[in-house]
């Protein structure tokens, strides 16, 4: 079981890959969202979740998604024909950080991908390339609450602080009109229902030739989260628009 795999089924009763709760997601693409019609383009898509929440929302909305992960574009592709939102859904199997279109999107994603840029600012500039004039873009990214250990920066990467990383984003032409800062239960719902979900399957396929990779997978991120990182790590959602256009 490769780590996209393991990634798969640990989402499967979590399908945003992020510490949102329902209630935030409804919020965040309420607020985001062009009213009526529109184009929206969510880079680093995964399995569609924000798309096809967005697509059930708004009848009028058009959604692209873009993903290397062809299990994952497959998984959408099914949940679109489920929910009858395939006809205005189009997936690309590509490097995100590539992805070109002959048309503009009012609103640009990328929550919890930014790594598929190199980091926050650099997802930001290619957003901006694809945004129409008035487009938001909503992105989502970690952020360290407290100090962090070496062994936690190892592991989740070079993060700034709260204020620190809003001080970026403003002085690189953007302004929030909107964000969601995910509380400590979000966190520990999300961490709970990723290595949960993950263990249980091993534990319900014995038999399986990955339930052991599965259910150590499972015991390895639950020790990093609680010995690691719990105590210093949040997530940011913003809503942004540009400065300037």
């Given amino acids: 079981?490769?780590?996209?795999?393991i990634s798969r089924r640990a989402h499967a009763d979590h399908?945003?890959?992020a510490p949102l709760d329902d209630d935030a997601v409804r919020g965040l693409l309420e607020r985001a969202l062009p009213h009526g019609g529109g184009r929206v383009l969510d880079l680093g898509c995964g399995g569609g979740e924000w798309l096809l929440r967005a697509l059930t929302a708004r009848p009028g909305l058009r959604a692209e998604g873009v993903d290397l992960s062809e299990r994952a574009l497959a998984d959408a592709r099914r949940a679109a024909r489920r929910l009858g939102v395939e006809d205005r859904l189009v997936l690309h199997r590509q490097?995100?950080?590539?992805?070109?279109?002959?048309?503009?999107?009012?609103?640009?994603?990328?929550?919890?991908a930014t790594h598929a840029f190199g980091g926050?600012?650099?997802?930001?500039?290619?957003?901006?390339?694809?945004?129409?004039?008035g487009g938001r873009v909503l992105a989502g990214e970690g952020y360290w609450d407290r100090e962090p250990s070496a062994e936690a920066v190892a592991l989740l990467g070079d993060l700034d602080d709260l204020p620190t990383t809003l001080d970026r984003v403003a002085a690189d032409g953007w302004t929030p009109v909107h964000g969601h800062i995910s509380t400590r239960r979000e966190l520990d719902d999300y961490e709970w229902a990723w290595t949960g979900t993950l263990a249980s399957w091993a534990l319900d396929h014995p038999g399986h030739p990955d339930s052991a990779q599965a259910l150590a997978a499972a015991t390895a991120h639950r020790d990093e989260w609680l010995r690691v990182y719990r105590d210093v790590f949040g997530f940011l959602c913003l809503v942004l628009r540009p400065t300037a256009d």
């Fill in 1 to 5: 079981m490769d780590r996209e795999e």
């Fill in 15 to 17: 399908p945003i890959a």
């Fill in 95 to 112: 490097d995100a950080a590539r992805f070109t279109a002959p048309h503009s999107f009012d609103l640009v994603l990328c929550v919890g």
């Fill in 120 to 133: 926050l600012l650099p997802a930001l500039a290619a957003a901006r390339g694809h945004l129409a004039p």
